[in-house]
Nanobody, 120 residues
Framework: VRLQASGGGLVQAGGSLGLSCATS????????MGWFRQAPGKEREFVAA????????TYADSVKGRFTISRNNAWNTVYLQMNSPKPEDTAVYYC??????????????WGQGTLVTVSS
């Protein structure tokens, strides 16, 4: 499964920004799609995930109530809507696929990353 993330950029704290991740290849084998992020000097962390078939979602506590993950199965695309971002949300955001239920990134299905910078 190949992933192409887009939509990053500069946003003011309290504003909004949307990310997209287009998938291609063996999309029928995708169980879940997720977003992760990595801030400078920190480890990559989980942000949000969505079940590809049923649409159920999970979020990190740090973004719950502010970020929304969604998907469009017809377009094989997953989105992350970031509302009321904070400066601490500044990071490179990666989309990832859980292929065949093996776990995120287990098959190397990571997007290339898109930088989000939140100014105060």
């Amino acid at each position: 499964v190949r992933l192409q993330a887009s939509g990053g950029g500069l946003v003011q704290a309290g504003g909004s920004l949307g990310l997209s991740c287009a998938t291609s290849g063996r999309t029928f084998s995708v169980y879940r799609m997720g977003w992760f992020r990595q801030a400078p000097g920190k480890e990559r962390e989980f942000v949000a995930a969505i079940d590809w078939s049923y649409g159920s979602t999970t979020y990190a506590d740090s973004v719950k109530g502010r970020f929304t993950i969604s998907r469009n199965n017809a377009w094989n695309t997953v989105y992350l809507q970031m509302n009321s971002p904070k400066p601490e949300d500044t990071a490179v955001y990666y989309c990832a696929a859980d292929v065949d239920g093996l776990g995120f990134g287990a098959t190397g299905s990571w997007g290339q990353g898109t930088l989000v910078t939140v100014s105060s």
